[in-house]
């Protein structure tokens, strides 16, 4: 079959035209810069320390990928784990990952999400938002049990971003 190079510049054309369309503009947004995971990582090792707690912190940006890890010493090697999933569960779902360990345990439904290799219903991983919406996440894994874990990432993103 032969196409005429008007009939191709037109389909080529409105091909584009429709991908113009279907394209969104991202106006200046906040996200989550290596320097400020780094200075929410050292925040969250305070607030443990604080507590004489030694943890795993890890921070991801709003696509999951981790920014900052940094780990106590003689924390088990599995909180590394537990503490990226942690984050990434908390990003995900926009929600702190203490608050879907209790909803799991009342709601079938949400105990469905515990089938999803990449999360982690276990308290520690906190979403970090700036004007509503969600840049990051911070999770802690090691720190003495899901609470613990939770209250130092929670302390931490307070310190940092005071109105979240």
Excluded: Y
Excluded at 114 to 140: M, N, Q
């Amino acid at each position: 079959m032969h196409i005429s190079k008007p009939v191709l510049a037109l389909a080529v054309g409105l091909g584009a035209g429709a991908v113009q369309a279907e394209t969104v503009a991202i106006a200046s947004r906040p996200d989550l810069t290596l320097s400020l995971a780094n200075e929410l990582a050292d925040a969250t090792l305070a607030a443990c320390h604080a507590q004489q707690r030694t943890a795993v912190v890890a921070v991801v940006d709003r696509s999951g990928q981790l920014v900052s890890l940094q780990r106590d010493d003689n924390v088990g090697p599995h909180n590394t784990v537990a503490a990226q999933r942690k984050a990434f569960t908390a990003l995900s779902t926009k929600t702190p990952t203490l608050v879907l360990a209790e909803q799991a345990q009342r709601n079938a439904d949400a105990a469905n999400l515990t089938t999803l290799d990449e999360l982690l219903l276990l308290g520690g991983g906190v979403p970090v938002l700036v004007d509503g919406a969600v840049i990051g996440a911070v999770g802690v894994a090691g720190a003495g049990g899901a609470e613990t874990d939770q209250a130092c990432a929670q302390s931490a993103i307070s310190q940092v971003f005071p109105a979240q």
